[in-house]
């Protein structure tokens, strides 16, 4: 050892630094979680699900194979598939595999309503690799939740969580069969909460960075003291594959839909009878808003509830019972949980002035009964520019058959500015200008006169059979 490290060893002070320096490496991995009591304790309740539906290769293109195939494996797994030279096509059964867990001890079995989808056979095995067949109890696609039921009892069960008390940064862990491998776990924190997703408006998820893969799907999410606070139903990926987002259903929700498929085969939500949109910067500028908040009414269905009870195209909506809607995504889930026929208070920015309504919610229709009450325009005749734009009136028969109950300019081509920048596109109808129905170009332009000049004013389109607002800025 050479001189100068005996002298670094004999230093009081060099010592207490290497002592502090390997104290502190091992309490940086004893602060670690130990996931092994909480997987030991609830992996028995998790089980793995597979399913079988039977498919004609009809269904299929079919392929016409030559005459002579080589007499080898492939060519008679392609006469099976495919059939004889395009023969009459044979029928074959197509597997599927996800997670679930016991809820009950006499064989109640969540899972996602997409395991499930369309199978002609469903079968839940578990930790101890019996098998069995499962009913289908009832199924939920909006929530994407499913509720299975076997023929067993004495069967082990979790334990219930509350997604409302987990914090972004916290650990949670999931047990799942990602691609078959029954039992797999993985760990990772909390991402964000009340995240809204595309075509999923009544699910605020959790979203997490715990590995999920195909065959997790319908398997328990649980925080760290073994509860579950969600189930795993899907992933962001460009791959297929994990890439670190991950989205738990609430436990909260899925609870309530099991309950209801339970007792009577099916969902009812609650429903308002608007189609909402984000506030952007502009809109809230135009709406004379400090910042950005609420949902803004961009259509009101006839004889909804929120018609009946005065809410109009324009109105942003802050809060509904009481609770503030911070985005526009906020607002299904909440309505959506409200008993149908209850009364409750809507309240509303109107023209810069904040109003509370009182509304009985209904019943949420089916999506193809919402969906029918939009459709698209038919093209016209003589355009006029203004704003950037050519504009022609909606003839009467048109309207009728969009149901519009008046006024309406279609845009005909977009030229230039304002309507370029403000995202205007062929095709949109022109409603509504600063809350105010547009009836005729003379009107329009009448109105546009009128309205502060390098300001931007709330527009309301119908673009592809929907409403929409954007923010358009008069120019000076």
């Known amino acids: 050892m050479s001189l100068h490290m005996r002298l670094a060893f004999h230093s009081p002070l060099m010592l207490c630094l290497i002592l502090l320096a390997f104290a502190g490496s091992v309490n940086a991995r004893g602060s670690l979680p130990d996931f092994v009591p909480l997987v030991e304790k609830n992996s028995a309740a998790v089980v793995n699900i597979s399913t079988t539906r039977k498919i004609s290769s009809a269904q299929h293109p079919q392929i016409q194979l030559p005459d002579q195939l080589p007499e080898d494996m492939f060519g008679d797994l392609l006469r099976r598939f495919f059939g004889e030279g395009g023969a009459a096509p044979h029928a ?52 994407d939740i ?24 916290e650990w949670v862990l999931a047990i799942g069969s990602p691609f078959g491998f029954d039992h797999s776990v993985t760990a990772g924190i909390v991402s964000a909460k009340g995240r809204s997703l595309p075509r999923e408006n009544y699910v605020p998820f959790i979203q997490t960075d715990v590995a999920i893969n195909p065959g997790n799907s319908g398997g328990p999410l649980f925080n760290m003291q073994g509860e579950v606070v969600g189930i795993n139903s899907q992933i962001y990926s460009r791959t297929g594959g994990f890439m670190g987002l991950s989205f738990a259903i609430p436990v909260e929700m899925a609870m309530d839909v099991v309950a209801q498929l339970k007792d009577k085969g099916y969902v009812s939500r609650g429903w308002l009878g608007v189609l909402i949109q984000e506030v952007t910067r502009d809109l809230a500028d135009s709406f004379g808003m400090t910042r950005p908040a609420g949902a803004l009414v961009a259509q009101v269905f006839p004889d909804s509830p929120a018609q009946k009870a005065g809410i109009r195209v324009g109105d942003v909506i802050l809060a509904f019972n009481d609770q503030d809607v911070p985005r526009s995504n906020a607002l299904p889930p ?47 005749q003589t355009p006029k520019s203004t704003l950037g734009m050519q504009l ?42 600063n809350n105010r129905s547009v009836d005729s170009l003379a009107a329009l332009e009448e109105l546009i006169a009128s309205l502060p000049k390098g300001r931007p004013v709330p527009i309301l389109l119908q673009r592809g059979g929907n409403p929409v607002f954007i923010a358009l800025r008069i120019p000076e």
């Open 334 to 380: 909440i309505v959506g949980r409200t008993p149908i026929g209850e009364a409750a208070s809507v309240r509303i920015l109107r023209d810069g002035q904040e109003l509370t309504l009182e509304v009985a919610i209904g019943e949420l229709p089916a999506d193809e009964e919402i969906a029918s009450q939009s459709s698209t325009p038919k093209p016209a």
């Open 92 to 143: 074959f059964d197509t597997t599927s595999l996800g997670s679930g867990f016991i809820i009950s001890a006499d064989g109640y079995v969540v899972t996602n309503h997409h395991v499930v989808q369309d199978a002609d056979e469903i079968l839940v095995r578990l930790s101890d690799r019996r098998t069995f067949t499962a009913e289908l109890m009832g199924s939920d696609p909006r929530s």
């Open 392 to 433: 022609e009136t909606i003839p009467d028969d048109m309207r009728q058959e969009l149901g519009l109950a008046q006024g309406g300019l279609i845009v005909r081509q977009v030229e230039g500015e304002p309507a370029r920048s403000a995202g205007i596109r062929s095709g949109d109808l022109l409603l509504m200008v």
């Open 146 to 169: 499913a509720l299975l039921k076997v023929e067993a009892d004495g069967l082990p069960t979790l334990k219930f969580g509350d997604s409302s008390d987990l914090k972004v940064g």
